[in-house]
């Protein structure tokens, strides 16, 4: 371990000197981490897959802290090759990333897959995305953290595998995959000052992935919650920013539900 590590190590970063990977940020829950942490005067990389022009848009709101990246977290490549590219951005190294990136998917139960004939390829598609993009996120990113002695990783899960109001197979599996991952890792990197939690929503009003869910579905779940509401995109990033605050800085492994009260635990 460096000197310059040592003497980071045990401290914290306050938001407003991060540097923060947001992956999927230019739209939906993403575009509403994004602000969060801009909000606070984080700088960050706003990774898109296909929202290039929401993603601009939002860099030339805040021409001076926010970039915004094409980045497919499924191709490790292009993930390796980030940090280097941040460096040149900002003249540092990321000290968060915000595993956010959700590929090809609607929260439209009726026509979701069944059980009985949901496909290997439709599943894989959701592994893909949600456990080897950030997989790959985590091991590209992990060098700069280590070497600095302090990072902050946060995943995006779901409260769907607790609670299955729709069993969305694909989507489900995977998020449950990458909430072993986030505990996993916590106990690896932690020694190298690096935290690694994840949060959890449920039904978000709205975003692009549930504009499908029918408003009744909606109304259903805000009132089996003890809020009477629906959470908003808004309001679970408030959550990922404590994660990456100095008042997370002895929490790790754990798995945040902000969904209203509607799951426990």
């Known amino acids: 371990m460096t000197e310059t590590s040592e003497t980071v190590r045990g401290t914290s970063i306050p938001l407003n000197e991060q540097v923060v990977v947001v992956t999927g940020g230019a739209r939906g829950l993403?575009?509403?981490?994004?602000?969060?942490?801009?909000?606070?005067?984080?700088?960050?990389?706003?990774?898109?897959?296909?929202?290039?022009?929401?993603?601009?848009?939002?860099?030339?709101?805040?021409?001076?802290?926010?970039?915004?990246?094409?980045?497919?977290?499924?191709?490790?490549?292009?993930?390796?090759?980030?940090?280097?590219?941040?460096?040149?951005?900002?003249?540092?190294?990321?000290?968060?990333?915000?595993?956010?990136?959700?590929?090809?998917?609607?929260?439209?139960?009726?026509?979701?897959?069944?059980?009985?004939?949901?496909?290997?390829?439709?599943?894989?598609?959701?592994?893909?995305?949600?456990?080897?993009?950030?997989?790959?996120?985590i091991q590209a990113l992990y060098p700069g953290m280590a070497q600095r002695?302090?990072?902050?990783?946060?995943?995006?899960?779901?409260?769907?595998?607790?609670?299955?109001?729709?069993?969305?197979?694909?989507?489900?599996?995977?998020?449950?995959?990458?909430?072993s991952l986030t505990r996993t890792f916590s106990h690896d990197l932690g020694p190298d000052g690096i935290t690694v939690n994840m949060v959890s929503g449920g039904l978000l009003r709205e975003t692009d992935a549930s504009s499908a869910t029918p408003t009744e579905v909606f109304d259903a779940i805000a009132q089996s919650t003890p809020l009477r509401r629906v959470t908003t995109p808004e309001e679970l990033a408030d959550a990922v920013l404590f994660f990456a605050s100095p008042w997370a800085r002895a929490v790790t492994g754990q798995n945040l539900m902000v969904d209203g009260g509607l799951v426990k635990g």
């Open 149 to 179: 002695g302090w990072g902050r990783i946060v995943n995006i899960g779901t409260n769907l595998f607790q609670n299955p109001v729709v069993p969305y197979h694909d989507y489900t599996a995977a998020k449950a995959a990458l909430l």
């Open 30 to 137: 993403g575009l509403a981490i994004s602000r969060a942490f801009l909000r606070e005067g984080a700088r960050v990389v706003v990774g898109y897959h296909r929202s290039g022009d929401a993603a601009h848009r939002l860099a030339e709101e805040f021409p001076e802290r926010a970039r915004a990246v094409h980045l497919d977290v499924r191709d490790r490549e292009r993930a390796f090759a980030l940090p280097e590219e941040i460096r040149g951005l900002f003249s540092d190294d990321p000290t968060t990333l915000v595993n956010n990136a959700l590929l090809d998917f609607s929260f439209n139960g009726d026509a979701r897959p069944q059980a009985i004939d949901i496909t290997p390829d439709v599943v894989q598609t959701q592994v893909d995305g949600s456990v080897m993009g950030p997989l790959a996120m």
